[in-house]
C-alpha cells in the first residue's frame, strides 16, 4: 500500500478524537470526581469500549479507509491496537477494585446476578476473544469457525459494556448522553450487519458461474468465473475480491484473492489463481465447473499509475505473482510500452506459476523477468538464493528513485524487499505492496 504521510497523520488524529469522543462525552456537565484512580480506570474503560466500536469499521471493507492505508494494513492494525483496547478494557475493574474494593460486589451474584452474570461472561469473552485470536490453530479453529466465534463474541462485548455504562448511570444518567452513546453503538452494531448479512443480501443477485478450473504450473489452480445474467465487474489490475464459493452468498468462507486475469478481459471473464495453503484453497481443484461463486469487490490500491511516465519493477515470491500477472496481461492488451522489471522468487523452476506465460509476456512488453531460485537445477545460470539487496543493486534500473515498486510474495521477502528498496534510495510513496496473510 502507498502510504501518504499526510492522511496518515489526519486518520491517526481523527481515530484519537473518535476513541475520545466517548469519554468528553461522559463528563460533560459537573461531574463529580471520585478520586484520580477511579477516575483513570473509568476514563480507561470508555477509550477501550470506543476502542472495541471502532474495530467494527476497521473490519467493515469500507472503501474510503482502504484508499488511505490498505486492506492488510487496516487489519494489522485492527489486530495491534485490539490488544490495547482490551487492556484497557481489563485494567478498567483491577484498578477500580484495586483503588475501591467495595466495587468487588460489581461481580457478587447475590447482589445483583443478572450484572454479576454479564460481568463475568463480558470478562471471559474478551480472553476468549484474545486467546482465540492469538492461537486460532492451538483451538483447532477453521479461519471460517474463528471468524464467526470472533464476530459474536466482539458483538457480546460491546452490547454487555455498553449496557454497563447505562447501568451504572454515573456518567450518563442524562438522556442526551444516553441518545449519543446508544446511537455510537448501533452504528458499530449496522456496520456489522452491513458487511454481514446486507451485502450478501444485495449480492445474491449477481451470481458468478464457475467456467473453468485450470491446472497450474506450481501446483496452483485458475478459477475463470463468468457473470451469471447481469453485466459483471470491472477491477483495475493488482486489485483483488472476496470469493465465497457455493449457491449462496450468505457463507462464512469468503476469501480474499487478487484478480490474476487482464482487466481488458472484464466483465465478461474474471480470473483468480489460487494456491492450495490451507481449509479452503485446499478444495478450489475439486470445484465443478458450472457450479456458483459470488464476489465482492473489487477492493485494493495495489494498481499501477495509468500513467506510462515512469517503469514498474515487480517483486514476487510464489503465488505473489497473481496481481503483478493481471498487470502484465492488461499493459499488454493495452499495447503499453512502459519499461516493466519483474524479480519473481521460487523455491525451485517447476514452483514457478505461469513461467511460460511470462516468456510470451516478454513478446507483447518491453519486460525483463529475472528469475531467482532457492534450489536451482544444476545448469541454472540465472540468479540463486533469496531475495537480499545485492540481488536489488544488481537488477534494479539505474533510475531507482523514477521507479514504481510492487510486492507481494512472504511475508519475510516483503519485509527485506521494502527495507532494501528505501535504504537504496527509493522513496516509500513510490513503494505498493500488498500482504496474504495480513498479519
Ligand atoms: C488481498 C489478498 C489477495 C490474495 N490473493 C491471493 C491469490 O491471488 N492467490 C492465493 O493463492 N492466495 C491469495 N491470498 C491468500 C488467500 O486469501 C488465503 O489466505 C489463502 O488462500 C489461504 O486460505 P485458506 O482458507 O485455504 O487457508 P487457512 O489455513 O484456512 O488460512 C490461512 C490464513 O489465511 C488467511 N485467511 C484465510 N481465510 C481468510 C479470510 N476469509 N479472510 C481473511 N484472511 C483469510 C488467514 O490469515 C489465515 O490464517 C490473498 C490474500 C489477500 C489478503
Not at 449496522?190 to 443480501?201: A, E, K, Q
Not at 472476496?242 to 462464512?252: A, C, E, I, R
Not at 496481461?329 to 522489471?341: I, K
Amino acid at each position: 500500500m502507498k502510504y501518504g504521510l499526510g492522511r496518515a497523520v489526519f486518520w491517526a488524529l481523527s481515530y484519537l478524537a473518535l476513541v475520545l469522543a466517548p469519554l468528553a462525552v461522559a463528563y460533560q456537565g459537573g461531574i463529580e470526581p471520585r478520586g484520580f484512580w477511579i477516575e483513570f480506570s473509568v476514563a480507561l474503560g470508555f477509550v477501550g469500549l470506543a476502542m472495541f466500536g471502532w474495530q467494527f469499521v476497521l473490519t467493515g471493507r469500507f472503501r474510503r479507509f482502504g484508499a488511505s492505508f490498505g486492506l492488510d494494513s487496516m487489519l494489522q492494525y485492527h489486530r495491534q491496537i485490539a490488544i490495547v483496547a482490551v487492556g484497557f478494557v481489563l485494567a478498567h475493574p483491577v484498578i477500580l477494585f484495586a483503588a475501591d474494593p467495595t466495587y468487588l460486589e460489581y461481580l457478587d451474584p447475590r447482589v445483583n446476578l443478572m450484572r454479576a452474570l454479564a460481568l463475568a461472561g463480558v470478562l471471559g469473552a474478551l480472553l476468549l476473544l484474545m486467546a482465540t485470536s492469538l492461537w486460532r490453530l492451538s483451538f483447532g479453529l477453521s479461519y471460517e469457525r474463528w471468524r464467526l466465534l470472533h464476530g459474536v463474541l466482539a458483538f457480546f462485548v460491546l452490547l454487555v459494556g455498553v449496557a454497563h455504562v447505562i447501568q451504572v448511570g454515573y456518567y450518563i444518567s442524562a438522556p442526551w448522553k444516553q441518545v449519543t452513546v446508544v446511537g455510537m453503538s448501533a452504528a458499530a452494531v449496522f456496520l456489522l450487519v452491513n458487511t454481514r448479512f446486507v451485502r450478501p443480501w444485495r449480492n445474491r443477485r449477481r451470481p458468478w458461474r464457475v467456467q473453468e478450473v485450470r491446472p497450474e504450473q506450481g501446483e496452483a489452480w485458475t478459477l475463470s468465473l463468468v457473470p451469471d445474467g447481469h453485466e459483471g465487474m470491472r477491477f483495475r489490475p493488482g486489485q483483488f475480491a472476496w470469493l465465497t464459493l457455493g449457491p449462496t452468498p450468505f457463507s462464512m468462507q469468503q476469501n480474499p484473492y487478487s484478480f490474476s486475469s487482464s482487466a481488458e478481459a472484464a466483465p465478461e471473464v474474471i480470473e483468480f489463481t489460487v494456491k492450495p495453503e490451507g481449509d479452503f484453497s485446499s478444495t478450489v481443484s475439486e470445484v465443478e465447473e458450472g457450479s456458483t461463486a459470488f464476489l465482492e469487490g473489487p477492493f485494493g490500491y495495489f494498481v499501477p499509475e495509468s500513467d506510462p511516465g515512469q517503469g514498474s519493477v515487480m517483486i514476487a515470491g510464489g503465488v505473489g505473482i497473481t496481481p503483478m500477472v493481471s498487470m502484465l496481461r492488461t499493459l499488454a492488451d493495452r499495447a503499453d510500452e512502459r519499461e516493466c522489471l519483474l524479480i519473481y522468487l521460487n523455491v525451485a523452476l517447476d514452483q514457478v506459476i505461469f513461467l511460460t506465460e511470462l516468456e510470451g509476456l516478454k513478446e507483447r512488453l518491453n519486460l525483463t523477468v529475472v528469475h531467482v531460485l532457492e534450489e536451482p537445477p544444476e545448469d541454472w545460470e540465472g540468479e540463486t538464493g533469496l531475495l537480499d539487496k545485492e540481488l536489488l543493486v544488481r537488477t534494479l534500473p539505474e533510475d531507482r528513485a523514477g521507479q514504481e515498486y510492487f510486492v507481494c510474495g512472504p511475508k519475510p521477502m516483503m519485509d527485506i524487499a521494502e527495507t532494501s528498496l528505501i535504504e537504496l534510495g527509493v522513496p516509500q510513496r513510490q513503494i505498493l505492496t500488498e500482504r496474504f496473510d495480513m498479519v
